[in-house]
């Protein structure tokens, strides 16, 4: 896999390393790129990751409501409804482009007056130096809103101590067919 590394020598501030990182283009073709590494003992970088995410709620379903509330109906927004998830990650926004992994976990309809939705869930990689490993999200998700974003707590094997973020924007919403698919852009500081 190919991959982009900028050595940092300079102390440079965190957020001026990620302002970099948020200014600097993004590669279509490869969905992760590291973006820079410094010495600290060990060396941190920061991993760019990018892919798409495809849900189906109907047919053969990549997520099931398991659990509701009695008055969920009564909501507007189905507060207390939880749904449980496994969906495909690929490189590109077409189901049938390379697979990176999957996003397992569950959310909840946890807002009373719009959609909002309490997200835990794994990124779990099957692909190149990643197969193997994950991380994992903790964050809001307000499926309305044109950008959401969500905090990476954590991960697995290349991904021990990693910390960051994932935007996620919505590619796709096929109400007919009850397909989904939104793009994540990850911003991950790992060792
Ligand atoms: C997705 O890829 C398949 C197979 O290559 C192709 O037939 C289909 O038209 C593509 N769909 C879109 C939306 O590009
Ligand atoms: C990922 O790892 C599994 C288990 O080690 C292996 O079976 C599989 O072939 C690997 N996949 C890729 C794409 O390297």
Not at 19 to 36: C, D, K, M, V, Y
Not at 55 to 63: F, K, P, Q
Not at 79 to 98: A, K
């Amino acid at each position: 896999m190919h991959l982009q590394t900028f050595a940092a020598s300079q102390p440079f501030s965190l957020i001026i390393l990620l302002f970099l990182a948020i200014s600097l283009p993004t590669n279509s073709q490869e969905f992760s790129t590291e973006l820079f590494k410094r010495e600290m003992g060990r060396s941190e970088r920061l991993t760019h990751l990018h892919f798409y995410l495809h849900e189906a709620l109907r047919g053969d379903a990549t997520a099931v409501v398991v659990a509701q509330a009695a008055t969920t109906y009564t909501y507007r927004y189905r507060f207390g409804e939880v749904l449980v998830f496994d969906d495909r990650l690929t490189e590109g926004p077409n189901l049938s482009s390379r697979v990176v992994g999957r996003a397992q976990g569950m959310y909840a309809h946890a807002d009373v007056e719009e959609l909002g939705q309490l997200m835990a869930f794994n990124y779990v990689f099957t692909e190149g130096r990643f197969n193997g490993s994950t991380l994992s999200v903790l964050g809001r998700d307000t499926p309305l809103s044109a950008e959401r974003e969500m905090s990476v707590v954590g991960g697995s094997n290349v991904f021990q101590f990693a910390r960051g973020y994932v935007r996620m924007r919505e590619y796709l919403d096929d109400l007919d067919r009850g397909v989904v698919v939104d793009e994540h852009d990850l911003y991950v500081l790992r060792y």
